[in-house]
């Protein structure tokens, strides 16, 4: 393989495997000897780069010796029905530990969902409902598989299930999501290759006006859009050594797993000559997209796209139109397929800069003087292409301390179909007999900050008003309140704008100059409430949608919100599993973790393509800087001075 090389002497310590590493690993399982006890329809779900710990990664940083580089590899024996987690040490290459398990399900394979679809199509229960329907050609069928999710229904535990529902797709490169089959749900035991039933709950007229969505369907295209290029004659403002980046203040490590996706690292800022920690660790957690349609063919669907599907392994190129504009550097991304070959993603992350309008301004009104200056930031982002949808997951950096986060969401609605004249219930006809169920999407933030070190306290802030009385003869009076979080259970909150509550990170051991401790505050962007029941499937199995803002004292095993393996379970784990302990929280390494929502009720104007959404959140410097960072940035000049 040409050009692959293992990391180089000196490279960080959190950069992902590269596709040497990755090779080597699949060739030092290959083996060992449990390996060959394997059947020959063993297949890799992972295989990414086993983290070292803080405490090594941090005494490297301080000048110590690079830790060995190790790799967690994830095997699923379809024969055995059983899975293998194992670790393997580069140079000397070992394996290091091989553990069977059989209580698990690992997040699903891309070849093993196709392989469902094409067997789908095969089987004489589906055709005979097909053919009830009128369908005779069964190659304009688009078999989607979902992972089953877990409901309890009888002789689904233990199996590794797949629900397959199917649309029309008249000619190769429509959008299938036009013309849904509604009412069959095919079952497909993904270990054993088998259809155990297909479901037919009725007979629905299929919806027929095309959905496409490409240069034909949208003509005639408009003709009165300008030019508009984004030039940086001196290049880009920002540097990269191997995947550390460098940018004004700012510096960070990009990373990148092939179920989290993009990963920041030890993100820093340069203050007064020193370089200051703020985050250690941030990333997807985990997200779920809950539908809230309870009929037969749709009460299932409950996506788990990290945890069942992968965000990084879903990962999209970015080289085909126009991701990012302006001077870009990109970043490859490396996985593994299901026999363990390297796969590379081109240009899977994007860095560029942005202008964002005006940073701070005053003018004297008096006599027209004053200062402005215009306000930059540095975009890390990177997009994922899941089934239907479509998510970019951007990291904004800001001239005056502020770190941002936002998901981009749009791709195509899930749908399905309605008789003539029905008006859903639980979703919008956007298209002739064609319904887009209401949904939501869940996500969850790891945000691992350490805010001038690691021993940090978590304080809740909001606003009450001040009774009328001699406080507050005029009634105008409000004041902010403040507490600190003592314990894990204390700090299960959620959002509040009738109080403007938001939550701030603090380092109680070191004061600004004014007396109070340096900190960050995590400001809620647009959210929503979890709507499914406390005990339906959906909220036991994502527990971390109940609550938006959760704290735990820092763990290297409590990566995941809803657990190591949300696929098929029936739930329970991760956050709420973990912060039911109580640990104390105050003056610790601390972990927040952060869920935000998106309530998607659909529009006609959300077909046949959805243009973009957003939601996120944003982390505010309070009281990290002694005064405003960004009165160094220079006033901008005219184009004619250049």
């Given at each position: 393989?040409?050009?692959?090389?293992?990391?180089?002497?000196?490279?960080?310590?959190?950069?992902?495997?590269?596709?040497?590493?990755?090779?080597?690993?699949?060739?030092i399982l290959r083996a060992h000897d449990g390996f060959a006890a394997l059947s020959r329809r063993t297949r890799f779900v992972t295989i990414s780069l086993r983290?070292?710990?803080?405490?090594?990664?941090?005494?490297?940083?301080?000048?110590?010796?690079?830790?060995?580089?190790?790799?967690?590899?994830?095997?699923?024996?379809?024969?055995?029905?059983?899975?293998?987690?194992?670790?393997?040490?580069?140079?000397?290459?070992?394996?290091?530990?091989?553990?069977?398990?059989?209580?698990?399900?690992?997040?699903?394979?891309?070849?093993?969902?196709?392989?469902?679809?094409?067997?789908?199509?095969?089987?004489?229960?589906?055709?005979a409902a097909m053919t009830r329907r009128g369908i005779s050609d069964f190659d304009a069928l688009q078999v989607d598989a979902w992972p089953a999710g877990h409901f309890g229904e009888p002789g689904d535990d233990g199996r590794r299930l797949s629900r397959c529902v199917v649309f029309v797709k008249p000619h190769p490169g429509d959008n299938e999501w036009a013309h849904p089959i509604d009412g069959v749900i095919a079952f497909v035991d993904l270990n054993r290759l088998e259809v155990v039933r297909v479901d037919d709950h009725g007979s629905v007229p299929i919806p027929a006006e095309s959905g496409n969505f490409d240069v034909a369907a949208g003509a005639p295209l408009r003709d009165d859009i300008a030019a508009l290029e984004i030039t940086q004659p001196d290049g880009p403002g920002f540097a990269l050594a191997g995947r550390v980046l460098s940018w004004q203040r700012w510096r960070v490590h990009v990373g990148f797993t092939p179920r989290e996706g993009l990963v920041l690292n030890q993100l820093s800022y340069e203050d007064g000559g020193r370089r200051r920690s703020i985050m250690y660790r941030a990333s997807l957690s985990e997200m779920v997209v809950p539908y809230g349609d309870p009929s037969p063919t749709h009460y299932w669907k409950?996506?788990?796209?990290?945890?069942?599907?992968?965000?990084?392994?879903?990962?999209?190129?970015?080289?085909?139109?126009?991701?990012?504009?302006?001077?870009?550097?990109?970043?490859?991304?490396?996985?593994?397929?299901?026999?363990?070959?390297?796969?590379?993603?081109?240009?899977?992350?994007?860095?560029h800069e942005e202008d964002v309008g005006v940073l701070w301004r005053h003018i004297e009104w008096r006599d027209g003087s004053g200062e402005v200056r215009r306000s930059r930031r540095l975009v890390i982002s990177s997009f994922s292409a899941i089934g239907n949808y479509d998510y970019g997951f951007f990291w904004y950096l800001y001239q005056d301390g502020t770190i941002e986060f936002q998901v981009k969401l749009t791709g195509v609605l899930s749908t399905g179909a309605v008789a003539p004249g029905v008006r859903p219930a639980h979703g919008t006809l956007v298209a002739p007999g064609l319904n887009a169920m209401v949904h939501q999407h869940f996500f969850n933030m790891r945000l691992d900050l350490d805010i001038d070190g690691r021993a940090n306290g978590v304080d809740e802030v909001w606003t009450e008003s001040l009774p009328p009385g001699p406080e507050n003869p005029h009634g105008n009076a409000f004041s902010p309140r403040r507490r600190r979080f003592a314990t894990e259970l204390e700090a299960r909150r959620t959002v509040d704008a009738a109080s403007a509550r938001w939550w701030e990170i603090v380092n109680p051991e070191v004061l600004h100059r004014l007396g109070e401790p340096v900190g960050y505050r995590l400001l809620p962007g647009e959210t929503t409430f979890a709507f499914a029941q406390p005990d339906a499937p959906v909220s036991k199995r994502a527990g971390f949608i109940r609550e938006h803002f959760w704290v735990t004292p820092y763990r290297p095993e409590e990566r995941y919100a809803a657990g190591d393996y949300p696929n098929l379970h029936p739930g329970g784990e991760g956050l709420p599993a973990w912060t039911s302990a109580d640990r104390p929280i105050d003056g610790e390494d601390v972990v927040v973790w952060y869920t935000f929502g998106h309530h998607h009720v659909p529009r006609p104007e959300d077909w046949p393509i959805m243009p973009v959404t957003t939601a996120g959140f944003s982390l505010k410097p309070v009281g990290f800087f002694e005064r405003n960072p960004s009165l160094d940035v220079p006033p901008s000049k005219p184009h004619s001075e250049r």
């Open positions: 393989m040409e050009g692959l090389q293992r990391a180089a002497p000196g490279a960080h310590p959190l950069d992902p495997l590269s596709a040497s590493e990755l090779a080597a690993v699949t060739s983290e070292p710990s803080k405490d090594a990664i941090l005494a490297w940083d301080g000048g110590g010796a690079p830790p060995r580089r190790e790799a967690e590899a994830l095997i699923l024996d379809r024969d055995a029905e059983c899975s293998i987690e194992a670790l393997v040490a580069l140079a000397p290459d070992e394996v290091v530990s091989w553990t069977r398990r059989t209580d698990i399900q690992p997040m699903a394979v891309v070849a093993e969902l196709m392989e469902a679809e094409a067997l789908v199509l095969l089987d004489p229960g589906f055709q409950n996506a788990f796209d990290a945890g069942e599907n992968g965000v990084g392994v879903a990962a999209s190129p970015l080289t085909r139109g126009c991701d990012c504009l302006g001077e870009i550097a990109y970043l490859d991304a490396v996985v593994s397929d299901a026999a363990g070959e390297v796969v590379r993603i081109p240009n899977a992350i994007c860095i």
